[in-house]
């Protein structure tokens, strides 16, 4: 195949020198002295540590740069002057210098000598919403396909801001031959021989595909009320809010029900304690009337809140308490926040980076008793659990999925085509 004629993008070139030597942009560098690589930020836009204004300002500068700033944002930015840097032949990049597993990734590339250029061919093309194919003829024999060689590449690049994702196959010097070939013309099986196409067709692929993020799991509570360690009750809510409470027997009218509508919360009733608790039965029902209007807790944006109405005392623990020691919950004083979703998602996310112990999906209330972390919840009166079942849900996920890989489109795949030769005879 003949060199590709080398696009001029010299404006590229001298622009993107001059941005790294003036040393104004957050991570963006000359990897060696000699001033031939250098290092550009590489931090994916819908990470929750991503910096706009420093993790994409050199992104941003090209599009401004282009007259093109106000058509996109950080990830399409990005997405701009990578497609510049990979299809201009005066810029290569070096794989295996770039770091993107850490928690300020970068790429380098190198600047490729001008004596060079003539044999750079654009790594990929670039484009928008449709695919494209380029073929380039050296002849023109028959058109039966015989066997495809070498190896596909593609990338796909997620952006937390859009929902497509653009995949990118780029096939190199993909040759197709002819099984009828004349005689002048063999073709040496040996792969030790040189063998010679009559045909040379080059892909330049581009597929976007329409991806549905996922959605995510809707606010649940699963309750359950211990006993001095004995479970008495326990009960799934389907929703954002629960109430948990105890309320008198009436000789008069039956108990009420275990669950039940209220203004606005879902009622739980703390039951009576059972028969076989003859050790701690006379504490139970002396404690459990302190306990009427009980603790309403409800999940918002940021997390789980509870807000406690009864006289008797409620202390609480759980993996996003604020310190150790102690947490009390006052009464008809502003709710608590007992269970962060934003400190829930930086644990699962550095659990699928790193490993180690998952994060807790559960937080604990003590009624009538002082509770902390090194207590035994065994041992107390009455312990109320509380599982959030929709972050049990995503920390599943994260063991079966360590990599996110089925959570969202995949920043890399590489695709191998493999020639197949079969010994049947030519009809």
């Given at each position: 195949?003949?060199?590709?004629t080398?696009?001029?993008?010299r404006?590229l070139?001298?622009?993107?020198?001059?941005?790294?030597?003036?040393?104004?942009?957050?991570?963006l560098?000359?990897?060696?002295e000699?001033?031939t690589m250098?290092?550009i930020?590489?931090k994916?836009?819908?990470?929750?540590?991503?910096?706009?204004?420093?993790?994409?300002?050199?992104?941003?500068?090209?599009?401004?740069f282009k007259?093109?700033?106000?058509?996109?944002?950080?990830?399409?930015?990005?997405?701009?002057?990578?497609?510049?840097l990979?299809k201009?032949?005066?810029f290569?990049e070096?794989?295996?210098?770039?770091?993107?597993?850490i928690?300020?990734?970068?790429?380098?590339?190198?600047?490729?000598?001008?004596?060079?250029?003539?044999?750079q061919?654009p790594?990929?093309?670039c484009?928008a919403?449709?695919?494209?194919?380029?073929?380039?003829s050296r002849?023109?024999s028959?058109?039966d396909v015989?066997?495809?060689?070498?190896?596909?590449?593609?990338?796909?690049?997620?952006?937390?801001?859009?929902?497509?994702?653009?995949?990118?196959?780029r096939?190199e010097?993909?040759r197709l031959q002819?099984e009828?070939?004349?005689?002048?013309h063999?073709?040496?099986?040996?792969?030790a021989?040189?063998?010679?196409?009559?045909?040379?067709i080059r892909?330049?692929?581009?597929?976007?595909?329409?991806?549905v993020?996922?959605?995510e799991d809707?606010d649940?509570?699963?309750?359950?009320v211990?006993?001095?360690?004995?479970p008495?009750?326990?009960?799934?809510?389907?929703g954002?809010?629960v109430?948990v409470?105890?309320?008198?027997?009436s000789?008069?009218?039956p108990?009420?029900?275990?669950?039940?509508?209220?203004v606005?919360?879902p009622?739980i009733h703390?039951?009576?304690?059972?028969?076989?608790?003859?050790?701690?039965?006379a504490?139970l029902?002396?404690?459990?009337?302190?306990m009427?209007?009980g603790?309403?807790l409800?999940?918002?944006?940021?997390?789980v809140?509870?807000?406690r109405?009864c006289?008797?005392r409620?202390?609480?623990?759980?993996?996003?308490?604020?310190?150790?020691?102690?947490h009390?919950?006052?009464?008809?004083?502003e709710?608590v926040?007992?269970?962060?979703?934003?400190v829930?998602?930086q644990?699962?996310?550095h659990?699928?980076?790193?490993?180690?112990?998952?994060?807790?999906?559960?937080?604990?209330?003590?009624?009538?008793?002082?509770?902390?972390?090194?207590d035994d919840?065994?041992q107390?009166?009455?312990?109320?659990q509380?599982t959030l079942?929709?972050?049990?849900?995503?920390?599943?996920?994260?063991?079966?999925?360590?990599?996110?890989?089925?959570?969202?489109?995949?920043?890399?795949?590489?695709?191998?085509?493999?020639?197949v030769?079969?010994?049947?005879?030519?009809?």
């Open positions: 195949m003949a060199p590709a080398p696009r001029c993008t404006k070139r001298s622009w993107m020198v001059e941005q790294v030597s003036s040393g104004k942009y957050p991570g560098k000359w990897e060696d000699a001033k250098f290092r930020p590489w994916h836009a819908g990470k929750q540590d991503f910096r706009k204004d420093e993790d994409a300002a050199i992104f941003k500068a090209w599009a401004d007259g093109k700033l106000s058509d996109g944002n950080p990830a399409s930015w990005k997405t701009r002057l990578r497609c510049a990979n201009s032949p005066e290569s070096v794989v295996e210098r770039a770091q993107l597993d928690s300020e990734p970068y790429k380098v590339y190198r600047l490729v000598p001008a004596t060079e250029e003539g044999s061919t790594e990929r093309k484009g919403k449709s695919a494209r194919k380029s073929k380039r002849s023109s028959s058109s015989a066997a495809g060689e070498d190896v596909a590449h593609a990338k796909r690049d997620k952006t937390a801001d859009d929902d497509d994702v653009k995949v990118e196959l096939t010097d993909v002819t009828h070939l004349p005689e002048a063999p073709v040496q099986m040996d792969g021989a040189q063998e010679t196409p009559l045909r040379e892909l330049d692929v581009l597929i976007e595909e329409s991806l993020p996922p959605q809707k649940s509570l699963q309750v359950t211990h006993y001095l360690g004995r008495v009750l326990k009960r799934d809510i389907a954002p809010d109430r409470l105890y309320a008198a027997p000789s008069s009218s108990a009420p029900p275990t669950l039940a509508p209220d606005r919360f009622r703390l039951p009576e304690p059972p028969a076989s608790l003859a050790a701690g039965r504490a029902q002396s404690l459990l009337p302190f009427e209007k603790v309403a409800t999940s918002t944006r940021q997390g809140y509870g807000r109405f006289l008797g409620v202390f609480w623990t759980g993996p996003h308490a604020p310190s150790q020691g102690l009390k919950m006052e009464r008809n004083s709710p926040l007992l269970f962060s979703k934003d829930f998602k644990q699962l996310d659990f699928r980076a790193n490993g180690g112990e998952p994060p807790q999906c559960s937080l604990t209330l003590c009624f009538g008793e002082e509770l902390s972390g090194g919840p065994d107390k009166l009455i312990i109320v509380v079942p929709w972050a049990e849900r995503q920390v599943r996920g994260a063991l079966l999925d360590p990599f996110g890989l089925l959570q969202s489109p995949l920043d890399e795949i590489t695709l191998n085509l493999v020639a030769q079969t010994d049947e005879p030519a009809p």
